[in-house]
Structure formats: C-alpha cells, structure tokens
C-alpha cells in the first residue's frame, strides 16, 4: 500500500535530498553493499566497501553504481537529522530507536528478500525514483526462497524475470509500484520486497516488531539461531555451501509445485 500526502508538514519533505544529505553527513564513512554474488568469505550483511558519505553522493549524481546504503541508523550516525521528521500515528508502536536510511545509484538494486526480524515497514522516500517488488509469505513456495537465508535466488532478475527458467513464478502473486518523492510505502510484517533505483535516490524506514504470534516466534528463531547457523556453516564447509544452498532453492520449488498444482 503506497500512502500519499502523509509527511507534507515534516522539514524533511522539503529539505531532504542528496545534497542536503551530503552537508549534514558528508564526513560520515558509510558502509557499502553492491550486487555481488554471496560468497562464503563475506559475514552476514558484511559491507563490499567503504567511503566518506560526500564522496558516495558525489559518485550517485556523477554515474551509475551498484553500490547501495542500507540499514544506516539516522538517530546514532546523524542526530541533527531526527529533528526533521516524526513518528506518525499508524495504529502500531513504532520502534523509534531505529530510523534507518537507505541509498542507491540509477539501475542498482536489492535481492527479493525480507527482513529478518520480520517487521512491519512503513518506507518514506525522498530522493529520485524507486521500483518496488513485493510478495507475502504466502507466496514462498514459489519463490526459489534460498534455505538458512532471508533472499531468494541471487540469479533472478524480479524487474525482468526470464520465466521459461524460473517457472514457478508465474504462479506468485505480488504487488509492483514505483515511489516517488513523499510517498510511503507500507510493507506489512514478512513481506518479501525487492527495491530497484529508477534514478539515484534515498529512503528512510520506520519499523514495528512483528505482531503475529508465528511470526514474532521466527523472528527470534532468525536472529538468535538462524543466521549464527548459516555463518557457521559457511565457515565449515566453504563455498559448497552456498552451492548447495542455491541448489535447493530450485530443488524445494519444484517439489513444492509438484505438491501444490
């Protein structure tokens, strides 16, 4: 659900873009994230590179980039920058320690993937165009959803999916939209999302923990096991692992659309 004329009182709305970004933070190393394939090597959610945020916008607006900011915590890295915005009133709590930006260049983009601790998300943008792809839950057995992981197949391109390959999507039913400077982007808890950069730009996410019983108890389970389980098998057994991870995304689709057709 996109909700518009929501943040028209915030300073934000009128002031945040790339360059009032790169004045207030611009002496701020960031954490950088490109689309790599995962490797064996690399820790859970282990940056690809670092730069002085000045240096990264400049970069934004001179040419495209696959480097992307995400999870970069406004209120520890940029305090000054809280006094721009709120916390509205939708009807859930919101974890108001946690406003996180996110940034990227022309044609950059994440993975499908969803969050580990399952949130519900209420996504602000700002600067620049942005695609979004998002599916529920329900819809993971069509996904080649990789196993001990929070992505599906790194190999499938969601804004071009080549479906005499990946089949099983044909069946997923999902949501498509593009956001655009002051509209919200509500993504209720688990839902899959994948985010492409029509044009350079930044988003902010605000986020409530999961109130699904189910759901809150997976939340947990990813946090506290699952991802220490997946760093350890990376360890131990290398880059097979990840292989046989990808593998049997494939694999466990195809069984499950045997099952379900």
């Known amino acids: 659900m996109v909700i518009e004329n929501c943040i028209k009182d915030w300073p934000a709305y009128s002031k945040w873009n790339l360059d009032y970004i790169k004045n207030a933070a611009g002496q701020k190393i960031v954490p950088l994230y490109d689309n790599r394939p995962v490797d064996y090597k690399e820790g859970f959610n282990e940056p690809h590179a670092r730069m002085k945020m000045k240096d990264y916008i400049d970069l934004l607006k001179r040419e495209p980039t696959k480097y992307r900011i995400f999870l970069w915590n406004v209120i520890k890295e940029v305090p000054e920058l809280q006094k721009d915005f709120k916390y509205p009133d939708f009807g859930i709590p919101l974890m108001k320690g946690l406003p996180m930006l996110f940034f990227g260049g022309r044609d950059s983009y994440t993975f499908m993937h969803y969050d580990i601790d399952l949130a519900n998300i209420f996504h602000f943008h700002f600067d620049g165009k942005k695609e979004c792809i998002l599916f529920p839950q329900s819809e993971n057995k069509y996904l080649y959803k990789v196993p001990h992981s929070l992505i599906t197949h790194e190999k499938i391109d969601f804004s071009n999916p080549d479906l005499e390959k990946w089949p099983a999507l044909k069946h997923a039913t999902g949501y498509k939209t593009q956001l655009k400077h002051g509209e919200v982007l509500y993504m209720p808890e688990g839902y899959w999302h994948y985010m492409k950069y029509i044009t350079p730009g930044f988003s902010m996410s605000l986020r409530s923990v999961a109130r699904n019983p189910m759901r809150l108890?997976?939340?947990?389970?990813?946090?506290?096991?699952?991802?220490?389980?997946?760093?350890?098998?990376?360890?131990?057994?290398?880059q097979q692992w990840i292989e046989w991870k990808n593998q049997q995304a494939i694999v466990r689709t195809k069984k499950a659309i045997k099952e379900t057709l």
Do not use: P, Q, T
């Not at 939340?219 to 057994?237: C, E, P, S, T």
């Open 217 to 238: 108890s997976k939340a947990l389970y990813n946090v506290f096991f699952m991802r220490h389980f997946d760093n350890g098998m990376r360890r131990l057994k290398g």
